[in-house]
């Protein structure tokens, strides 16, 4: 039965259950309102201490209290207590083993052996240290108990005032630096001072949110890092996958013109053995042919020398028909170099072509390949960061409509009460007054717009917007537009229309992020205002553009818009 129940007993830590003052085990244990449990004597004798301040405060958290709490006893605890002392030999433990100071431990002040010990707590009322053993005896001495203890982390001697030997207990908030209390009385006099408590429960609150804004971040740091980690893997299996296809398409690619080239081999190969067969029996019927005729020129030959007549006669009638073969073509020629080089030819050409092909191709495909990426630079936080992506710009006179008018080396477009006669062109605008740069972006860029006082349109486009359609910027799927007027800005995209909130000024600063797929559209003055930022992928280059109201609305005429020149 006892075997049993020393079963199921639970092992406690007689540790855990002392007092943090005295370190012995609690005695009529008190918990306050913090949470923290101590001697009910150890606790009254602390804040007895700090009566005088008017503010109490937990000797382990620090935490502070105006009014001194009401003490409560603790019976459970107190039971636990009382259990522990029954169930221990009533023998007190051994001292564990005491290590020597080291030269940046603090030393017992009360070791008298050469190296004296290591010291664990500090009397803030005796001014001296303790190690373990000699704090067990100081806990004999009851007036000791109601002494202060801290951790002995640093030399008394560096809490002490250098001009007048005592506790530096005070804090000055003028000079921000801890000082005694006979400080106060010359150097110090007419200063702002509180007590080191006080000071430290202060910035125990500084720290506690301090700390709660490091926690957020290291949460927000985590999450970019699970999200990078994450990207990082999907990037990986990516660009797996394109190499894969890649390899697979050239694979193909070259498989094809093995194809050819064996094809090709077939063909001529054919050729000649074709060529060459006929070239054979033409060569036969040749050789044929020579042997009569040298057959016929030797029976000439002897019929000249006949000297019969009559049988000259008779013979040379016989041989005086033709020997040649009648299906003989007549001046046959064989070149087969000059068909075989015009092949050769063909070829060079379709290798020329492919050479073209892969070099025209070639840079596209590296640009592409050079816009993706895992980890995207930091985004611009003041203007002078984002100047750093300012990009040279210039309306291109061929979209103009015909009634604005560029100048300022084509970065002004002024509303004109004429027609401009720019001639056709396909790009030209036909129904609104709109303009478009002369540059496709696909990068970071960064530019600046400045209006006279009308209603105008900073947007960007894809190149194969509607020119002839009456739809102005952002009434698309192809552009986006900030609309500005006396009246505030609205932000438009697919015919939807948002009203945007910000301080009025007549230069409005556009940052492009491309490969991010954001667009930025900032109020400028003496400081920049973020209006409206909108988030997408584009597909396309994005070409900047300006778009006026019409003339018969504006009071003047010779309102404009005009791009910035950022760069030099």
């Known amino acids: 039965?006892?075997?049993?129940?020393?079963?199921?007993?639970?092992?406690?830590?007689?540790?855990?259950?002392?007092?943090?003052?005295?370190?012995?085990?609690?005695?009529?244990?008190?918990?306050?309102?913090?949470?923290?449990?101590?001697?009910?004597?150890?606790?009254?004798?602390?804040?007895?201490?700090?009566?005088?301040?008017?503010?109490?405060s937990c000797p382990n958290c620090r935490e502070t209290f105006s009014q001194r709490p009401v003490l409560r006893r603790n019976n459970m605890l107190a039971e636990v207590v009382v259990k522990l002392k029954k169930t221990s030999t009533?023998?007190?433990?051994?001292?564990?083993?005491?290590?020597?100071?080291?030269?940046?431990?603090?030393?017992?002040?009360?070791?008298?052996?050469?190296?004296?010990?290591?010291?664990?707590?500090?009397?803030?009322?005796?001014?001296?240290?303790?190690?373990?053993?000699?704090?067990?005896?100081?806990?004999?001495?009851?007036?000791?108990?109601?002494?202060?203890?801290?951790?002995?982390?640093?030399?008394?001697?560096?809490?002490?005032?250098?001009?007048?030997?005592?506790?530096?207990?005070i804090y000055c908030q003028t000079d921000k630096k801890c000082i005694c209390y006979l400080c106060i009385?010359?150097?110090?006099?007419?200063?702002?001072?509180?007590?080191?408590?006080?000071?430290r429960a202060e910035e125990q609150k500084q720290l506690t949110a301090s700390q709660k804004k490091v926690q957020e971040r290291e949460k927000e740091r985590e999450k970019e890092l699970n999200e990078l980690i994450q990207a990082l893997k999907e990037f990986k299996i990516c660009s797996g996958t394109a190499v894969k296809a890649s390899d697979k398409?050239?694979?193909?690619?070259?498989?094809?013109?093995?194809?050819?080239?064996?094809?090709?081999?077939?063909?001529?190969?054919?050729?000649?053995?074709?060529?060459?067969?006929?070239a054979e029996e033409l060569q036969l019927q040749l050789e044929d042919e020579i042997t009569k005729l040298r057959r016929r020129d030797s029976e000439l030959e002897q019929l000249s020398h006949m000297d019969d007549p009559i049988h000259?006669?008779?013979?040379?009638?016989?041989?005086?028909?033709?020997?040649?073969?009648?299906?003989?073509?007549?001046?046959?020629?064989?070149?087969?170099?000059?068909?075989?080089?015009?092949?050769?030819?063909?070829?060079?050409?379709?290798?020329?072509?492919?050479?073209?092909?892969?070099?025209?191709?070639?840079?596209?495909?590296?640009?592409?390949?050079?816009?993706?990426?895992?980890?995207?630079?930091?985004?611009?936080?003041?203007?002078?960061?984002?100047l750093h992506y300012c990009c040279p710009l210039t309306l291109d006179v061929n979209s103009a409509y015909r009634y604005l008018s560029l100048s300022q080396e084509n970065r002004r477009a002024t509303n004109s009460g004429s027609e401009n006669y720019y001639g056709t062109h396909s790009d030209r605008?036909?129904?609104?007054?709109?303009?478009?740069?002369?540059?496709?972006?696909?990068?970071?860029?960064?530019?600046?717009?400045?209006?006279?006082?009308?209603?105008?349109?900073?947007?960007?486009?894809?190149?194969?917007?509607?020119r002839s359609s009456s739809d102005s910027f952002g009434n698309n799927n192809k552009s986006w537009s900030l609309d500005c007027s006396q009246q505030g800005y609205s932000f438009r995209h697919k015919s939807v229309s948002k009203t945007v909130s910000g301080p009025q000024s007549s230069k409005i600063g556009v940052y492009l992020d491309y490969r991010a797929g954001t667009l930025s559209f900032y109020s400028i003055s003496d400081t920049m205002t973020l209006l409206h930022k909108d988030n997408t992928e584009f597909?396309?280059?994005?070409?900047?553009?300006?778009?006026?109201?019409?003339?018969?609305?504006?009071?003047?005429?010779g309102s404009y818009a005009e791009l910035v020149k950022l760069w030099k």
């Open 539 to 557: 597909t396309e280059p994005l070409y900047p553009g300006l778009g006026l109201k019409d003339v018969a609305s504006w009071p003047s005429s």
């Open 312 to 386: 000259f006669i008779q013979t040379f009638q016989s041989l005086s028909t033709s020997c040649e073969s009648p299906d003989l073509p007549s001046d046959s020629v064989v070149r087969p170099q000059h068909s075989f080089a015009a092949v050769t030819g063909c070829v060079s050409e379709l290798r020329d072509d492919m050479e073209k092909l892969l070099k025209d191709t070639w840079p596209r495909i590296s640009a592409t390949l050079s816009t993706v990426d895992v980890v995207l630079p930091p985004v611009p936080k003041t203007r002078e960061e984002f």
């Open 429 to 466: 605008f036909t129904c609104l007054r709109q303009v478009l740069c002369r540059e496709g972006l696909s990068k970071r860029c960064y530019w600046e717009v400045i209006r006279s006082a009308c209603t105008c349109s900073v947007a960007v486009s894809y190149k194969d917007i509607n």
């Open 249 to 278: 398409i050239f694979d193909k690619l070259i498989s094809s013109i093995n194809m050819k080239r064996i094809l090709a081999k077939q063909l001529i190969k054919g050729q000649e053995k074709t060529a060459v067969a006929q």
């Open 90 to 169: 009533q023998q007190a433990s051994p001292p564990a083993a005491v290590a020597c100071a080291g030269p940046s431990d603090v030393a017992c002040d009360f070791c008298s052996e050469p190296r004296p010990n290591k010291a664990t707590m500090s009397c803030l009322a005796c001014l001296a240290s303790y190690c373990p053993t000699h704090l067990q005896s100081r806990h004999s001495v009851p007036v000791l108990k109601k002494h202060q203890l801290v951790s002995a982390t640093i030399p008394l001697q560096e809490k002490m005032c250098t001009k007048h030997n005592k506790l530096m207990e």
């Open 1 to 56: 039965m006892a075997e049993q129940q020393q079963e199921h007993s639970i092992d406690l830590d007689q540790s855990q259950f002392c007092c943090s003052v005295c370190l012995d085990l609690l005695k009529e244990p008190v918990t306050i309102p913090c949470g923290h449990t101590y001697c009910k004597s150890c606790i009254e004798g602390c804040w007895d201490q700090e009566e005088q301040k008017g503010q109490y």
């Open 185 to 199: 009385i010359d150097e110090h006099k007419n200063h702002s001072t509180v007590s080191a408590a006080a000071e």
